[in-house]
């Protein structure tokens, strides 16, 4: 059990909702319910009721949230118990995050934290033109961005690329499959974002469909990944797209989530880094984003 772990259940516990939790401590809600999730397997119970309409405490997350308070106050008694002692404090490593980062994120701050236990991690969720202003003025030390995407000054390491699934309502023939050829869904209409929000993102799908063969049918605009889960798991006919290391956080029994068949698709993900300071720090960062075994070839 982690002491951030409980943090993030205390912040969920007083919200009781996952956005409003991660706004609170100010990282993504990806990482929020990736860490609830591993608090609640090591405790062998389910802390939270979660359905698309509310977040409610179960019996035990009840009857775990005085405990888990006590736990935070005794984590700040013991660090002002030493604070007289501490030397210069660890600056901050500020590192720019986006929605989707799912178990990426997750595993990168673990080999992190075990390279560098001295350097914390400060999480900053922004969009992706801010991330790269912020770490641009030196407001951020890196940010994550997607898609090759450059920024005016700035480096781009890359660091890994992203699995994208498909995403079916559950009642489609197709759900059931353990995976799916862009050519089926030729026929569904496709929801994406306006391309000015994730051009990236919109041109690769599209790129892909017309290389299978044929021309997407129009859906409607996705403005929020999760307004757009509501509408495919209320049974119309359209599917999207997700990326696969956030898929876990997203499950429900409404939608169907199916790697494509082949190669997939794929999206590289970068670290945006001022080039003049790639500090040891950095360069532990960037070796700890990396999956063992990604080549980062297109």
Do not use: K, N
């Not at 002491?3 to 009781?16: K, P």
């Not at 590192?95 to 560098?116: I, P």
């Amino acid at each position: 059990m982690e002491i951030r772990q409980v943090r993030y259940f205390v912040v969920v516990a007083e919200e009781l909702h996952f956005g409003r939790a991660a706004e609170r401590l100010h990282i993504v809600q990806s990482a929020v319910s990736q860490q609830v999730r591993r608090l609640e397997r090591e405790l062998g119970v389910e802390l939270f009721d979660r359905s698309p309409r509310h977040v409610r405490l179960t019996g035990a997350g009840a009857r775990f949230l005085p405990a888990a308070r006590e736990l935070l106050v005794a984590e700040e008694r013991a660090r002002a118990a030493v604070a007289g002692f501490a030397g210069r404090a660890a600056r901050a490593l500020r590192l720019g995050t986006s929605a989707g980062l799912g178990a990426h994120l997750d595993r990168l701050l673990d080999v992190f934290a075990a390279t560098a236990p001295d350097v914390p991690v400060e999480l900053v969720s922004a969009p992706a033109r801010q991330r790269t202003e912020m770490v641009a003025s030196g407001d951020l030390d890196a940010a994550f961005v997607r898609g090759g995407m450059t920024a005016p000054g700035l480096r781009v390491v890359p660091v890994w690329r992203d699995p994208l699934v498909a995403v079916l309502p559950s009642a489609h023939p197709l759900a059931d499959a353990p995976d799916v050829a862009l050519a089926d869904l030729a026929a569904l209409p496709l929801r994406l974002p306006p391309r000015r929000d994730i051009p990236a993102l919109v041109d690769l799908v599209v790129t892909a469909c017309h290389d299978a063969g044929f021309e997407p049918v129009p859906g409607p605009l996705s403005h929020t990944l999760q307004d757009t889960l509501a509408g495919i798991g209320s049974g119309e006919p359209t599917w999207t797209v997700a990326y696969a290391a956030h898929a876990d956080q997203l499950r429900t029994t409404r939608v169907a989530f199916l790697p494509f068949r082949g190669s997939g698709l794929r999206l590289p993900t970068g670290l945006a880094v001022r080039p003049e300071v790639m500090s040891p720090e950095l360069s532990l960062l960037v070796e700890a984003c990396r999956p063992a075994g990604d080549d980062l070839r297109p």
